[in-house]
Structures are given as C-alpha cells and as structure tokens.
C-alpha cells in the first residue's frame, strides 16, 4: 500500500524535504538529490542568479520548489519575496521565514501569522517555519497554511530534537501536517521525528556539513523512511525504570519438564 502524504492536493511519495544551502559547492546538489529520493527542495529567494549561472542551474528537473523568505525581517518583507518568487518561475509554493533577531535566529511568530494570512488569500501554499507553540500553530491553521514547520532544534545547529516534546504537543492538535524543520543533525534524530508521527522532516545543514553528503543524504533517506515505518507499525510500550518482562515464557524449562 502506498504511504504518501498530500499538501495543497499534491500527492507526495518522499517524506524527506532537502534544502540547497552550505554545501562546498552547488554542483553537489543533483547527487544529493538522487541520493535523497527528495522531492522537495527550498532554495533562498535571494541566492537564486537572474542571467547568471545559479544554485536554481543545479536543481534537477522535476524537483518541486519550495523557495523560502530567508532573510525577511517583518510581514511585509516576506510577501515581497514570495511574490517575486512566483514571477521569476518558482511556483506557488513557499516557505515562511520571519527572523529579526540576529543572534539565535528564532523565527517571529506574529509576523510569520500575518504574512501566512496575506499570502494564502493570494493563492500561495504557505509553510511557515515557526518556534512549537500550540497558539501560533493554530493562528497558522486559522490563516491558511497548508503545513507547520516547527523547528527541532536553533537553525542550523545540528542539535537534534531539543523541542520534542512541544513538537509532539503539535502533532497530536493540529490538523494540518507538522514538517520537523531545522536542528536535525543526524538521521536517527530525523527518524526519531518520523516515529513521533511528523508528516516529514527537512535537513539541509545535517547533510550540507556533513563529511560525504551524498552519503549522508542517502542515510537520512533511509532514516525517515524507518521512523515512518515503525510509527505505522506501532511501538511497544515502555516500562517503567527497574521493570523488566521477558520476551520468553519464564515457566516451562527443561528440568522442570523432565522432573515431571
């Protein structure tokens, strides 16, 4: 049976979404892509070359764009850049960054709300990338995104689901699938993500930084696709700490049934 998920009507068979940024350099990006499965990929409005040789050159055919407001400050800023993303070609779809503070780089939940409600009146898909606060999530919902992107982790920091437990608050009120975004720096904090029942997850830095990130995006491939496995299967309970149950009857052993 087939495990796809849908966002905006657009049936998806990966779960892994891939960014373009921090690799050594953009000619690794189709490889990784293939390595990936991905058929996502966010690309910062403001790296993408007009008449020039680009990162958007090394996107493969077929991948769909999920161009992202990196690097916008307020509302306004954001929707400025998702309109000019659509009419330079990349589509409907985008990502919502709002970040003013220049030190931990945590994403501005009202001006993320407000731009979500501007841009989703205009047809786009929105995903914004938020801090895992129920309220925002569902002022999010309320204003027309399609997904939330709740961050694992301070971007870029490889750090892993330090907000896991709030992520988990999200994915079990929200209606709309919640997208782990940001901080998952190896695969088994990605597949952790997917067992908790996140939609999918997005790695950029993981992979970009890593030391083989072909390799490494193959990896977190695989990863996802084990985490959702296993939260399709159902996870066994965890006992209490000191208690132990045997996974073989305790009765029945040899000697006993000799004595007999």
């Not at 849908?6 to 990966?14: D, E, F």
């Not at 750090?159 to 720096?185: S, Y």
């Not at 597949?191 to 890593?210: F, H, Y």
Request: proline share 5%.
């Amino acid at each position: 049976m087939e495990d796809t998920f849908t966002i905006a009507g657009v049936a998806l068979q990966s779960r892994l979404f891939i960014g373009t940024g921090k690799y050594a350099s953009d000619s690794l990006i189709p490889r990784v892509c293939e390595a990936s499965g991905s058929e996502v990929i966010t690309v910062a409005l403001r790296r993408v070359g007009m008449g020039q040789e680009g990162v958007m050159d090394h996107i493969p055919q077929g991948m769909r764009l999920l161009p992202n407001t990196s690097g916008a400050r307020t509302a306004e800023e954001a929707v400025r850049l998702a309109r000019l993303a659509k009419a330079a070609g990349c589509g409907n779809w985008v990502k919502i960054e709002v970040i003013s503070d220049t030190r931990h780089l945590l994403p501005d939940g009202y001006e993320t709300c407000k731009a979500t409600e501007l841009l989703a009146k205009e047809g786009f898909v929105v995903l914004p990338y938020i801090n895992p606060d129920l309220y925002v999530a569902r002022s999010l919902v309320d204003a027309g995104a399609s997904v939330v992107m709740p961050l694992a982790a301070p971007i870029g920091s490889n750090r892993g689901m330090r907000t896991k437990e709030m992520i988990g608050i999200l994915i079990e009120e929200i209606d709309v699938p919640i997208i782990v975004d940001a901080g998952l720096g190896a695969p088994s904090q990605a597949c952790e993500a997917m067992e908790m029942g996140a939609a999918a997850c997005l790695v950029n830095t993981g992979i970009a930084s890593s030391g083989d990130p072909v390799a490494m995006a193959c990896a977190f491939k695989i990863a996802v696709e084990a985490g959702r496995k296993a939260r399709i299967a159902g996870l066994g309970g965890c006992g209490s700490m000191g208690e132990a149950h045997a996974s073989s009857p305790l009765t029945g052993f040899l000697d006993q049934t000799v004595a007999r």
